[in-house]
């Protein structure tokens, strides 16, 4: 079969893409306005990629067409949507096309507000670190896994579960279509406001995810109020996780450094040191979550296991160093929604407690964006020097109650934080160009943050090195 994937950067698209491959299947791709990791990482995919949207980028032999969801494809009204329904080509979203794929395997779904795409990727890191071959299915790239998509040899197929709707005209959340056996759910914090208004709204995909795993399946689960408030929905088995001491697996003697030592408690009691080079406490949350999980299907050993978290080298945009020689370190972390951005806030003051914090940030995501979620800039930045504001997109705005640029930094600086709002690139390097030399930069966003995360760090290096 030959697969055509109009939006093939987007990091779910690349991934399926990828697996289809694996499974045997020929595959294309084609996008636009493209920007690094992804496009960098879909050029190095060895499969034809073409970055315009042309009726001629479909080959003469073509089954489907998966096509993307983000609002830039022109959906429906896209020319290679236009060309594959002339020629009477199936058109499908890369959430359907998994869920048909993948039904006769064992689908571990990996799930939450935050923390899916890292607990994916350790998750899978662990298991071929253990030599156990599981596919996979990971909507970020990790440098210590080949690819983001892998059918792989066994039963077992991990996947990220996306809450968030298959595409124009069908509102399921994507995770609704996977057929999930085992279910580690990381969080449950309201997020994605365009779709979901109201809290009730966002959980009500998730209960149905618990609705669809079998009787005698596995949830484990994160112990949060709201979670316990709708585990009751799901008829499998429930093993429950935190930082802090509960009745399922728990983080303990926690010694934050470069080299993060911790114990992970069993619920028998017994106690198993490990260690993470991964920043912040939400990323001992997300170890805990996995290690649970692994152990209790009895995946891996726990010499393997431990193996496995402290060679893990996390995901791209979750908090990477990009500068090499600059004392003023450049952290970019991944902001689509406030919790992301928090948690990236909270794990730099924790590791830095006595660096100023600069933070510069793209308001990228339709829920950054909405007037719905504008408290969510009162709190956001607490803690931050200073915070850098560049405008937001206009792409897919008709569909939200849009704020504008100055409304956001009206937000922010009547919440008492030093805020800027730079329009370039150029504009951003000059405002970074006068430190001190004491302090830490974080660039967040879930966008092309105007090409920063590329052009500043060798800036940062001649100036700070």
Request: proline letters at 5%.
């Amino acid at each position: 079969m030959h697969i055509h994937f109009t939006g093939v950067a987007g990091a779910g698209m690349s991934a399926v893409a990828l697996m289809m491959r694996d499974a045997g299947h020929q595959v294309s791709g084609s996008d636009e306005d493209v920007f690094p990791p992804m496009s960098t990482y879909v050029a190095g995919l060895g499969f034809p990629v073409t970055y315009r949207f042309d009726a001629a980028n479909l080959p003469d032999h073509l089954d489907v067409l998966v096509l993307g969801t983000s609002a830039k494809l022109g959906g429906q009204d896209n020319v290679e949507v236009a060309a594959a329904r002339a020629r009477g080509v199936r058109i499908t979203t890369f959430a359907e096309l998994v869920g048909e794929a993948t039904k006769g395997r064992e689908n571990i779904v990996v799930a939450g507000s935050f923390g899916k795409s890292t607990c994916t990727a350790l998750m899978a890191h662990i298991l071929r670190s253990a030599d156990y071959d599981a596919g996979w299915m990971i909507g970020a790239i990790s440098p210590s896994l080949p690819v983001t998509g892998h059918w792989g040899s066994r039963h077992e197929m991990l996947l990220e579960g996306d809450e968030y709707i298959v595409g124009n005209g069908d509102t399921r959340s994507k995770f609704a279509l996977y057929h999930p056996r085992r279910l580690l759910l990381t969080s449950l914090i309201h997020d994605h406001v365009n779709v979901f208004p109201t809290f009730h709204d966002y959980e009500a995909p998730f209960i149905e995810l618990m609705h669809a795993l079998p009787r005698g399946g596995l949830m484990v689960a994160r112990e949060h109020s709201a979670i316990r408030k709708i585990a009751a929905e799901t008829h499998a088995h429930t093993v429950w996780y935190d930082t802090a001491p509960c009745d399922g697996w728990f983080s303990e003697d926690v010694a934050y450094g470069d080299t993060t030592t911790f114990k992970l408690a069993r619920p028998d009691g017994e106690r198993i040191g490990l260690t993470t080079t991964l920043l912040g406490a939400h990323n001992i949350e997300n170890i805990v979550g996995v290690c649970a999980f692994l152990l209790e299907r009895d995946l891996v050993s726990q010499e393997k296991l431990a193996r496995g978290v402290a060679s893990f080298e996390g995901i791209r945009r979750r908090l990477d160093r990009l500068t090499k020689t600059s004392r003023v370190p450049l952290i970019e972390g991944f902001g689509s929604s406030y919790e992301k951005a928090r948690s990236a806030i909270d794990a730099l003051q924790l590791h830095y407690p006595t660096r100023p914090l600069i933070v510069v940030f793209e308001p990228h995501t339709f829920s950054w964006r909405s007037k719905d979620a504008l408290s969510w800039y009162d709190t956001v930045f607490e803690g931050a020097a200073r915070v850098l504001i560049i405008p937001p997109p206009g792409h897919g705005a008709e569909s939200h109650h849009q704020s504008t640029h100055a409304e956001i930094l009206e937000r922010v600086y009547a919440a008492g934080i030093s805020v800027e709002g730079p329009t370039s690139a150029q504009a951003v390097t000059e405002s970074l160009s006068h430190l001190k030399g004491d302090e830490i930069v974080l660039l967040l966003s879930s966008g092309p943050l105007l090409g920063l995360p590329d052009s500043l760090p060798p800036v940062m290096d001649r100036l700070y090195g």
